[in-house]
């Protein structure tokens, strides 16, 4: 599970409230199913306007994204022992004796791949047809973070928009003056709510799904370079460092001190 958008829309609640606390507002304030009406269902019903279904059907998958962690993605370290097994492998057997570890493959691109290698299909249509590939996930992967993004502007105004039938519901009873200050303090909840929910739920969901997306591209950038080298037979100590060149300092020394420990 991703902790961090968990923690980061825990602290963003706690934040409002707090700050609500110490200016000396109502809390309970917030308990305005009006409010939650016009700004959740409005953004929604906006959404499905400007989206269309079929993109529309991928948001419960896109929440899984974001919360949630791909098990079968493999990891840098993983990524490493594996190309330079193979490359071992390849150099004293052939590349053929790698068939027999697909089905060890849990990455359905790297499979893919690998068995292209397999077949023999050429370094040039091996890279363009990957590359082909990784042009349809980015594309897909920009579409569902803009469905966020969109909902992220649609919701602060509709908060406008709450505001505004908030205060015209106030304005339409001045015969209490005693409910009338209460009225009017609840009309801005609605705004409250847009702001909220534009600036610390939508837009940063954006963000982090093309945050995710972009590390997901980044990697798999890496799988199809490493595939040419496993093709055209490089020395498994060139494979290393080419894994090992994608990565920060920090982690090349945290990946060669597991790769240590492995060793021992």
Known sequence: ?????????????????????????????????????????????????????????????????????????????????????????????????????????????LLRGMKFVIDGVSAEDLEQILEAELEAIEERHAKGAAIFSQAGTYAPT?????????????????????????????????????????????HPFANKLKQKSAAELEKKRLIIDCLLMLQEGTYPFIMKNRILGALSATERKKLEKGAEKNAE
């Open 1 to 109: 599970m991703d902790f961090a958008t968990l923690i980061g829309i825990i602290l963003g609640v706690v934040a409002v409230v707090v700050g609500m606390v110490v200016k000396g507002a109502d809390v309970m304030a917030l308990v305005n199913p009006a409010a939650a009406l016009i700004i959740f269902v409005g953004t929604f019903a906006a959404v499905c306007i400007a989206f269309p279904m079929n993109q529309l059907k991928k948001i419960p998958k896109l929440f899984k994204v974001l919360f949630g962690s791909n098990k079968k993605d493999l990891s840098y370290e993983q990524l490493l022992e594996l190309f330079v097994h193979w490359t071992s492998e390849s150099r004293k057997y052939g590349i053929l004796s790698l068939e027999q570890q697909l089905d060890k493959i849990q990455d359905e691109f």
């Open 158 to 202: 509709l908060g406008v928009l709450g505001a505004v039938i908030g205060l015209v519901a106030a304005l339409g009873n001045l015969t209490d003056i005693e409910k009338l200050g209460h009225a009017i303090s609840g009309a801005f909840i609605a705004t409250i709510f847009g702001i909220f929910s534009g600036y610390i739920l939508w």
